[in-house]
């Protein structure tokens, strides 16, 4: 049967690997893909106040995953600062 994709058009190529890094941090910061660096910056603030380790000092477990969240948080701040320039 034929492709009913094909137009004589070349199948583009799949998407570069840092596309779906870029996907994951923005997700981490709870952005849709594309935010810009002020909206990054403004949920990596308010994430990183939410989830800081300092304030489970009490609660081991709690802890543990809040820093696990922190760091998911620096990663994907860091990635951005590069990305648009900002390091």
């Known amino acids: 049967a034929p492709d009913p994709l094909a137009d004589g058009e070349p199948t583009p190529p799949p998407p570069p ?8 941090h923005y ?6 893909p ?3 660096f002020s909206a990054v910056k403004e949920a990596y ?8 380790p300092d304030k489970y000092a009490d609660d ?5 995953t809040a820093e696990r969240v922190a760091r ?4 994907a701040y860091q990635y951005f600062e590069q990305k ?3 390091a």
């Open 34 to 36: 594309g935010a810009d």
């Open 84 to 86: 648009f320039g900002k």
């Open 72 to 75: 998911q948080l620096n990663e």
């Open 45 to 52: 603030r308010r994430l990183i106040r939410q989830y800081h």
């Open 60 to 64: 081991d477990a709690r802890r543990q």
């Open 27 to 32: 997700a981490a910061l709870e952005l849709p």
């Open 17 to 24: 690997a840092f596309d779906e890094l870029a996907r994951r």
